[in-house]
């Protein structure tokens, strides 16, 4: 099974896409994740990431594709992945669909996860007093919000064009949102799904 989860910053797609890879079976891959673990590193590139990380901004398609290209030749992915965050560019878009065509492997579902802006700033703003991340502050929470707007919400369009847009209701517990989702997936999936990522085929 092979997933995508978009969502604008503070939906929740972190948590949820955690719970749905323990429940498939399956890596849940989180460029935000990747980008935080490298960018302690002492090295030009980590040095980079930090700098954009920090202003809200979006890290190069082309790190951004290599890392991404890297993680999914793992074994681990074999069996399927979700991928949280990324794409997030319609570059992003194109290079993933081509790496994905060239191993006969293409996506199954993306999620969409829904949030209003009112409630998504003000998760972020109390994850800001609780969690402390670096990039939870007023200021960068208004250009990630914008990035998000402007640069990866037409990209639900284009995955609503190919068939493969799920919308789910990210407002409520956590429970409550990832049962939603679970929801979602198997049906649209036609079966129910366990394992890694292997579809068994409902018989009625
Ligand atoms: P959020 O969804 O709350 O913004 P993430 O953890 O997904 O948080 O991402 C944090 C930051 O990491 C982003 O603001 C961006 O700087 C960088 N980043 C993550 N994924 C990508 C991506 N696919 N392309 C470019 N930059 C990314």
Redesign the pocket.
């Known amino acids: 099974m092979r997933l995508l989860i978009m ?5 929740g ?2 948590t949820q896409a955690k719970l749905i890879g323990e429940h498939y079976g399956i890596p849940a891959i ?7 673990a490298m960018k302690t590193a002492d090295t030009p590139l980590a040095q980079q ?1 930090r700098e ?2 920090s ?7 082309e790190i ?1 594709n290599r890392i ?1 290209a890297e993680r999914l030749a793992e074994p681990d992915c074999d069996g399927g992945f979700l991928l ?6 319609i570059a ?1 878009v194109e290079t993933l669909d081509a790496a994905l065509a060239e191993r006969g492997t293409p996506l199954d579902v993306v999620l969409s996860l829904q949030a209003d802006e009112d409630e998504v700033v003000s998760r ?1 703003l109390k994850r800001a007093e609780t969690e402390g991340r670096a ?2 502050n007023e200021e ?1 929470i208004r250009v ?1 919000q914008h ?2 707007a402007e640069q990866t919400a037409p990209l639900l369009e284009i995955y609503r064009g190919q068939g493969l847009l799920v919308e789910v209701d990210g407002l409520g517990d956590v429970e409550e949102v990832s049962g939603r989702l679970f929801a979602a997936l198997d049906e649209k999936l036609g079966g129910s799904t366990v394992g890694h990522g292997e579809l068994i085929e409902d018989p009625s």
């Open positions: 969502g604008p910053p503070g939906a797609k972190g989180s460029t935000g994740d990747i980008f935080r990431v954009i990380m202003s809200g901004g979006y890290v190069s398609d951004t991404v949280d965050g990324y794409p997030r560019t992003q972020l990039d939870d960068t990630r990035m998000y």
